[in-house]
């Protein structure tokens, strides 16, 4: 599904945040990248939805080499994946259905289509009967599960989540690995940049270990360390 | 299809009041501009209409010499008049000093140090020819004819008088097409910075957009819209103020003796209308091309 092919990212020409990164993630696997601030994971992500174009190697996703696909191409790319952030990235003016349904209504679906649509993966978040309220009327962990929602609903190959837990309390945090694991059992695959320890040792999936830029370490059903 | 139309023009109209203020000014800035641009296409339509109606009924004056004997001037006068296949002598006008020196007190009006040199004494006085032919060189060895004759001070040719009124035309509408360029070049740029203060404003969603596959397009049509609108309004202005400026022109022109030329710098109205649909087209093009320059710059991420 996802293939990274020695691939190197510098920002400038002197910071190097990926050198040389070769991994395989296969459909439907739950895989987590580690590591500490600086540590390349972000930039990882940031590939594979190419937001970043890789100095050397390549990126394949489901098949095509995002590095020279040419720029009309990345919408659909990007389709065909959910990104979940830290900071939620919620439109702060919209309501909970309208945030959900804003992804769906850029990507030119039909009115009755978001309409059926909408309710059925807010209910799957577990925030059915908040369709009404605003970002900042919802907790943390809510809020979190609007843009799992956001992410989810146009039913991806891939969901990205970049430190999804990084601003919950480990209840909360527990809470969303839930989620994205029951959205990885539909056959999502998921990849989430972390430094939580807790969450990483009670999943038991794939761990890719990331320092300073180089794969360190590429393990099944790794721990944090 | 419809659903990405209603979105496009619902969020247009959302960006649009948001930012009244800016875009008050980029309507008024494109306003301005596209009312000079209209102003120089009426000016240059004036000018051609008064070129037109001089040729129409062509003058030759003959000037006469201010100290000319009275048969002096009797015999020029039966000199043109023994041409009656050439010269229209029916229309055929004699000057005398004062009535010459009325004229040149309205054609010198705004040269009051010339006016102050002439005195109904040492004013020469002047024939005013209308020829029948349509020959220029003609009317031209007439005039050569004309001026050897005793009495005579100078013969002067309409012909001659239209390259000084083309001249000053070209210039007139050399500087009004430099001004409203450079006011629509101001325009687009005031359109550009609220379009940009727009997108600028809605980052986020603009990120958000693209992280979930929304296409360049799909972001940048409300903003074009948006710019659409703005170009539009201000031509819209523009035609009222465009229409306001050309009723109290013609208003004014009215109030001039017939014959002076000035009467003829009145355009038709069906000309106006015209050159308002020219405006209409013209600010659209303007703010839509202005903002989706605005937009891309914002997208390349």
């Known amino acids: 599904m996802i293939r990274l092919d020695h691939v190197t ?29 600086g540590s390349g994971k972000s930039t990882i992500l940031r590939l594979i939805n190419r937001q970043e174009v890789a100095d050397r190697g390549d990126v394949w996703v489901a098949g095509r080499n995002v590095n020279e696909m040419p720029d009309s191409r990345v919408p659909y790319l990007r389709r065909s994946m959910g990104n979940v952030f830290q900071d939620y990235k919620l439109l702060t003016n919209k309501t909970v259905f309208e945030n959900v349904a804003f992804a769906l209504e850029v990507i030119g679906k039909p ?18 009967g908040k369709e009404d309220r605003f970002p900042n009327q919802l907790s943390g962990g809510e809020q979190q599960r609007v843009s799992i ?9 891939i969901l990205l989540a970049d430190e999804p837990t ?36 009670a999943m038991r999936r794939r761990v890719i270990q990331l320092d300073r830029g180089v794969i360190v370490r590429d393990q099944e059903r790794g721990v944090y360390e | 299809m419809i659903a990405r139309i209603a979105y496009a023009f619902r969020e247009m109209w959302a960006s649009f009041r948001r930012n009244l203020t800016l875009t008050a000014a980029a309507i008024l800035t494109s306003a301005i501009a596209l ?12 000018f051609e209409n008064l070129l037109v109606q001089w040729r129409g009924d062509v003058e030759m004056i003959v000037f006469v010499r201010s100290d000319a004997t ?49 005195t109904p004494e040492n004013i020469p006085s002047q024939y005013k020819v209308v020829p029948l032919t349509d020959d220029p060189a003609l009317v031209r060895s007439l005039s050569e004819q004309y001026r050897s004759l005793p009495g005579v001070e100078d013969v002067a040719l309409a012909e001659d008088e239209f390259q000084v009124i083309s001249t000053l035309s070209r210039f007139v509408r050399t ?8 006011l629509l070049v101001v325009a687009v740029g005031l359109i550009w910075n609220t379009i940009r203060t727009a997108m600028f404003a809605r980052r986020r969603e603009i990120e958000v957009m693209k992280l979930v596959g929304a296409t360049n397009w799909f972001i940048r049509i409300p903003f074009m819209l948006e710019g659409l ?50 405006l209409l087209v013209v600010g659209a093009v303007v703010g839509a091309v202005g903002s989706a320059i605005a937009a891309s710059r914002f997208l390349d991420v």
């Open chain 2, 229 to 278: 609108l703005q170009g539009l309004l201000g031509a819209v202005v523009s035609c009222g103020g465009l229409w306001v400026l050309n009723s109290a022109w013609n208003n004014g022109v009215a109030g001039f003796k017939p014959g002076t030329g000035i009467s003829s710098l009145v355009v038709p109205s069906s000309y106006l209308s015209t050159v308002m649909v020219v």
């Open chain 1, 111 to 128: 009115r009755h289509m978001i309409a059926r649509q909408v309710p059925i993966v807010l209910d799957l978040v577990g925030l059915a």
């Open chain 1, 166 to 201: 990084g601003n919950l309390d480990p209840a909360t945090g527990e809470g969303i690995m839930g989620l994205l694991d029951e959205i990885n059992q539909t056959g999502t695959t998921v990849v989430m940049a972390t430094h939580d320890h807790r969450v990483v040792n």
């Open chain 2, 70 to 118: 009275p048969e002096q001037i009797a015999l020029i006068g039966d000199t043109i008049k023994s041409a009656p296949t050439i010269i229209d002598v029916e229309k055929l006008q004699y000057l005398d000093k004062v009535q010459t020196y009325e004229e040149a007190k309205r054609i010198f009006a705004g040269d009051p140090v010339t006016l102050s040199l002439l």
């Open chain 1, 149 to 157: 929602a956001r992410a989810f609903v146009n039913r991806p190959l």
């Open chain 1, 9 to 37: 990212k510098k920002y400038g020409s002197e910071i190097v945040a990926v050198r040389d990164a070769t991994f395989d993630v296969a459909k439907g696997d739950f895989v987590f990248l580690v590591g500490p601030s």
């Open chain 2, 175 to 182: 500087v009004t097409l430099v001004m409203s360029l450079v």
């Open chain 2, 35 to 46: 009312l000079l641009v209209g102003t120089t296409f009426l000016i240059q339509r004036a």
